[in-house]
């Protein structure tokens, strides 16, 4: 851990982000791309398993909708959205 912190230390990395150095910040950068590339690959698949019901349900509704708007703005909850019954 002793060596962690020289490491730290010589770069100056508890510092603000304008007294690091270029090379620093690539490499900070480089690793922050690294992990969010890694956790969308992680997180991507598991939301959307989870979600699958509900996007099975938009897909649905919207094609109900495609086809038959004005029984669909019929509908008193959804005749509140403007988005969707603005006809």
């Known amino acids: 851990m002793d060596y962690l912190k020289e490491l730290?230390?010589?770069?100056?990395?508890?510092?603000?982000?304008?007294a690091w150095t270029?090379?620093?910040?690539?490499?900070?950068?480089?690793?922050?791309?690294?992990?969010?590339?890694w956790a969308l690959r992680v997180a991507?698949?598991?939301?959307?398993?989870?979600l699958r019901p509900v996007l099975l349900a938009v897909f649905v509704f919207g094609a109900v909708w495609a086809l038959f708007p004005e029984a669909t703005c019929s509908i008193d909850l959804i005749s509140k959205l403007p988005v969707l019954c603005s006809r």
Not at 26 to 33: E, F, N, P, R, T
Not at 44 to 50: D, H, M
């Open 8 to 18: 730290a230390a010589r770069a100056n990395l508890s510092a603000t982000w304008e």
């Open 22 to 37: 270029p090379e620093y910040r690539v490499l900070a950068i480089a690793v922050a791309l690294a992990f969010a590339y």
């Open 44 to 50: 991507v698949p598991a939301v959307v398993r989870i």
